[in-house]
């Protein structure tokens, strides 16, 4: 977000002489530009400049000495100091004293004093206060104090007027420092949108400005000269072998030396606090004239020690293997992708000079003795750039620029601009020789009927309207026909690509508030979707069975799978993995709900809470393989059908899980006794109601399987396409081990089940069931059966050997032990038998059991227990 400062914005455009930040902020809000913060003055109250007319150093018990100081600082603000209690040096004269540690400055010396009631930076407010012994009445202020950062000169201490942040300027005792060093002025920060990319400048900001006030406009760049080049400085060639489908790489590269800088001339003080204002650190002459035009014009550049370069340059994709030191000191492990800028030094571009569009690497860096130096001023693939700084984590101010489009005629003016300055403050020469490679590519003309912005927009632009606001943005326009515009973008807008964005422009100048408010009717007979319904019957399910909905960041660490016991071919270890995960020891996507619900229990019962019944609706991942990689399409365009594919057939398999975990207490405890515990039962039957808010049923089978407890838990299944079934998820108790890892309450159980496909599986309309008017008939039966004789057969059988008469049949007991024998187990299930003819006899019943017991026998092999 780029930072304003108004006395720079009035350099390129006419600001009104009582502006403030606000009205400033206001004004470029109407065209887009939305303010962010405002920066007030810094310093408010008495700052005034100062002489020194004497100071005593008095040696401190801490080995610090400090000096006691008499300052004049005017006639308004001095006062007769003769005090007997605190003799003080110059007594005879009307000043103030003052304690100060510094002692880079001596007796005439002028300073910049804060009397009382001043407030610095940070409200850090000023008063006379008592202290070594002396009644210090203000400050005398360094650089730091007052905002303005580190002193340029390297000197560290006090502001003396004509050195370091002060050079240049003097004053007489009593003036306003305020106005002198130019703290009162006010910057504003701005929101940028991507597609705005030129008002990442000065240059960008002030035509904005323009446009929202009608104010006049300079073109900075106008104002550049740019000499005729004598020959061919330094050598570039630009071989991107493998460009992006967005375009090669880097389209032009202008190479500008200056030899002979003064390694030692400092930053001039304006430029540097502008560069403060603007949000960056001043470093050195060099470096911050690359950064103040960058800040003005728009255009990143970078400045290389010409001892260190070695001729022919070389702009190319990175190889295998290949690394960088960055400026900033990190060695990094450059992509196929990553666009380079090389010298030839070892072979021709061999050495990488750093990444191109992002940051330069520390071989070929300014140094403090660089005299001659390569300006580098270049048109870089926004797409390239972008990825580049995405992949390194590595964003830069001049990345930022690239990544949203820099105006491809501005290099060889930037270029200019700054070997100018260098030259006007730190002396040498700019070389006749201007290496220019590569070509600049002109925008696309776009052609808009006269009425397309009254169709889009809805309200009525006249003819003069609509040419006034495209030429305002600095479009070329012609006439073709009697009712069409041929516009050809400015070189800065590449935004502008199609006629809806130029419709966009016409909106934004000719004002937004012109546009009325219209609150679109809602049309009737849509709501919430089957499957959002759906879901919210299932949510509402379980809070009404007593558990509490959470929400678990979708984040897991590698290990997980082993904690829960997954085996080595369990196709839930097939975890997508992120390259930017948000914790270093968390980088892979869930594959099970449990896998994050669990440790949200053992948050809960770590804080206090005695039990837990806790559920979450949330996505889970399963990764493709190894083999499944996506292609990355190009920006420009849409993607092919067979590239959509590709991409579909590579993003991991995901779906609307709903996951549960209960154990401890089933409710508070009473005078009657403690509630009974959560179990298994309890899992299976919270995932029957579930399913039955849905309108689906499930069918429970027994299942070992990771992280539930042996024999304790069943797959869920619903009814296949096929005529089988399929499985949709488990439940039952979590593994003695998986509790202990966890501390959770002993017999802890959970379910999970894919939502999605439960709901799916639902009927789409639900029938009508006519209340009955006769009784019903209970009965009850016990079947002995295998051990792998599933339940869910066995009531199968039961309801096709009773037919229509059953009217409800659900399993109530499961025995095994000795009186059944090894292998074996009882099934006992209660049987509600009603007729909708009239109420059934003795007979009918009975033979209804006898159907009931021969159909068991038959299909299942299930014999009556006695």
Known sequence: MPRIPLTWL????????????????????RVGLEEETIF????????????????????????????????????????????????????????????????????????????????LPGDFAIAARKTYGHTSDGMICSGQELGLGEDPSGEDGIIVLGRGHAEGLTGAPGDDAIALLGLSDEVVEINVTPDRGYCFSMRGVAREYSHATGADFTDPVATVEVPTPTGTGVAVQLHDEAPLPSGPGCSRFVALEVRGVDPTAQTPRWMARRLTQAGMRPISLIVDVTNYVMLDLGQPLHAYDAEQVVAPV????????????????????????????????????????????????????????????????????????ARSARRHRLPSEASKRFERGVDPQLPLAAAHRAAQLMVEFGGGAIAPEVTDEGTVQQPDAITLALGDAERVVGIEYTPAQVRGSLEQIGCTVDVSGEDALVVTPPSWRPDLTLREDLVEEIARLVGYEKIPSVLPTAPGGRGLTIAQRARRDANRALVEAGLTEVASAPFVAGDIFDTLGY??????REAVRLLNPLADDEPLLRTSLLQTLLPVARRNLGRGA????????ATTSIARGAQARSPIPAAAQRPSDAELEEILGALPAQTRTLGAVVGGASGPGSWQGDPAPWGWADALDLARRAAAAVGARLEVRQREIAPFHPGRAGELRI????????????????????????SLPARTSALELDLEALIASAPSVVRAVPVPTYPLA?????????????????????????????????????????????GKKSLAFAVRLRSAEGTLSAEQIGEARRRCITAVETAVGGVLRA
Not at 567 to 572: K, L, W
Not at 787 to 816: C, K, M, N, R, W
């Open 10 to 29: 009035a350099e390129h455009t006419s600001l009104p002489t009582d502006a403030s930040a606000l009205q400033v902020a206001t004004d470029l809000s």
């Open 40 to 119: 007030g003055a810094q310093v408010t109250g008495p700052l005034v400049v100062g002489r020194v007319l004497e100071l005593v150093g008095e040696p401190q018990k801490n080995g610090k000495t400090i000096n006691w100081v008499r300052v004049d600082v005017g006639p308004e603000h001095n006062e007769d100091a003769d005090d007997p209690e605190d003799p003080q040096p110059g007594a005879e004269r009307p000043s103030r004293g003052i304690v100060c540690g510094a002692h880079n400055f001596v007796a005439g010396d002028l300073v910049v004093v804060s009397l009382p009631g001043t407030v």
């Open 314 to 385: 070389v702009v190319r994709r990175a190889r295998a293997g290949e690394e960088l030191t960055t400026l900033d000191d990190v060695t990094r492990r450059l992509d196929a992708e990553d666009l380079l800028i090389t010298d030839s030094e070892g072979g021709e571009g061999a050495r990488v000079l750093g990444i191109a569009g992002v940051m330069g690497g520390e071989d070929t860096e300014v140094s403090p003795a660089t005299r001659d130096i390569v300006l580098e001023a270049a048109t870089f693939d926004p797409v390239t750039v």
């Open 567 to 572: 085996g080595d071919d369990d196709p839930r």
């Open 610 to 617: 005695e039990s837990v019944a806790i559920f979450q609706v």
């Open 719 to 742: 009814p296949g396409a096929d005529g089988g079934s399929v499985v949709v998820g488990h439940a039952g108790e979590l593994h003695p081990a998986v509790v202990a890892e966890f």
């Open 778 to 822: 209970k009965e009850d039966f016990a079947f002995v059966v295998e051990d792998s004789v599933p339940a869910s057969a066995v009531q199968a059988a039961v309801v096709v050997g009773i037919g229509d008469l059953a009217e409800d049949v659900h399993l109530f007991d499961v025995y095994t032990g000795d009186q059944i024998g090894d």
